[in-house]
């Protein structure tokens, strides 16, 4: 069982930066993959972005280029660090772990990073 705890969420104008942070407790992450995701009311929860076992990421479109994912094993933390927020960046954001699931595909392999385990959140506004 993985324990998940959000914090560094707040307000910030457009533009600007924020760096979440999720710390892990009850069992070590290593073997496991970690992923941000965000929701806004109304709307389903989107993954943001994930980071496997062995460093592998992955990106949502919408924040490439933007959003770094990074994580520390050995301090059983996740972080997403944030610039150029935009308004449409405002949601909850939520930390996530799972077993990576990996699937073939016509060209090769890919993976992905199902939530087994949930925080309860960290509330990101971002004003124009």
């Given at each position: 069982?993985?324990q998940?705890v959000e ?12 760096t ?11 073997k496991y ?5 965000r ?19 992955t ?11 990074s994580r520390?094993?050995?301090?059983n933390s996740?972080y997403?660090?944030m610039n ?8 909850m954001y939520y930390?996530a772990?799972?077993?990576?699931i ?9 993976w ?5 385990y949930?925080?309860t ?8």
């Open positions: 069982q993985v998940l914090s560094g969420g707040g307000s910030v104008q457009s533009g600007g930066s924020l979440l942070s999720c710390a892990a407790s009850g069992s070590t992450v290593n993959c970690m992923a941000w995701f929701q806004v009311p109304g709307k389903e929860r989107e993954e943001v972005s994930a980071v496997d076992s062995d460093g592998s990421s990106y949502a479109d919408s924040v490439k280029g933007r959003f770094t994912v520390d094993n050995a301090k996740l997403l660090h150029t927020l935009k308004p449409e960046d405002t949601a930390c772990a799972g077993l990576t990996v699937m073939p595909t016509t060209t090769g392999t890919r992905e990073c199902p939530a087994d949930w925080g959140g960290t509330l990101v506004t971002v004003s124009s």
